[in-house]
């Protein structure tokens, strides 16, 4: 059954373009972690999520508005209320 979560930042302008993040089917994801999204030759970055197995990401212009979505995601993956999944990977 299809599980879907919108993040908290639904456009973002990141190396001069406007892009979205879209909503994702976590019970298609088989892992999720932070991580960071870079063009080059921009070296720094900015905060993103990404769902392996699912072929998607979410990047925030803030490393806290990156972390509240995470945390949701990790309370919702492991809810009773939701179908379980797996893979959790708080790295970056």
Not at 68 to 86: C, E, G, H, M
Request: charged share 25%.
């Amino acid at each position: 059954m299809p599980y879907f979560q919108e993040p908290s930042v639904s456009s973002y302008k990141y190396h001069g373009y406007n892009e979205t993040n879209d909503p994702v089917n976590l019970n298609m994801c088989q892992r999720i972690s932070k991580s960071t999204h870079n063009y080059y030759p921009d070296n720094t970055g900015i905060p993103s999520i990404v769902f392996h197995g699912c072929d998607a990401s979410w990047n925030y212009p803030k490393v806290e508005d990156r972390d509240k979505d995470f945390y949701i995601i990790s309370k919702l993956r492991t809810s009773p209320d939701v179908p379980q999944q797996k893979g959790l990977d708080d790295g970056k």
